[in-house]
């Protein structure tokens, strides 16, 4: 096969291998059995899907929780500048399903975080803030991160579905001309 630009291993490790373009299906089938070939390039091809599903998957969580992030740290700051200003705050929250409360927050230097897996820690209000902010910057990268790598991966699909075609049309023609 030709030689690919090196993408794949830089962007996703070895564990998925490199779409590359056939140029030359002659030389490249070299007496094997095109279906062989084919076969490969169909294992290929669904290994690609898979990877391609679960960036799908990881973007979409990325996606669920950048709201989620930018909307604590816009309310941290408010508690923040609230503090400063000496201002109590009203807070509507949500218990549940369409539930929802009311809450005064005296002026505070301490906010609480959910950290996952049931974990919530009492941080200073400007560590909080410097988390969250981290927190942002982190999942922003890693969502364009995962949007390169899908596209990447659609890349990878489309040559091999470009090169299936190829060595399919490629023993066509072979089978083609031994008959004649």
Known sequence: MAEGSGQAE???????????????????????PAEDAIAQLNEHYQIYTMWEQRLMQRRAQLSGKLPEIQKTLDALLML?????????????????????????????TKASLWLGAGVMLEYPIDEAV???EQNLGN?????ETAKKDVDLIKDFKTTTE???????NHDLLLKRNGKA
Do not use: M
């Not at 500048?81 to 809450?103: D, I």
């Open 10 to 32: 830089a962007r996703q490790g070895p564990s998925i291998p490199e779409a590359k373009f056939i140029e030359d299906v002659e030389k490249e089938l070299a007496g094997k």
């Open 80 to 108: 923040q500048k609230r503090r400063e200003e000496e201002q109590e705050v009203l807070f509507h929250f949500g218990l549940g399903a369409q539930v929802y409360a009311k809450a005064r927050v005296k002026p505070t």
């Open 130 to 132: 410097q988390l969250l």
């Open 139 to 143: 999942c922003k990268a890693n969502l």
């Open 162 to 168: 470009v090169n299936i075609a190829r060595v399919y």
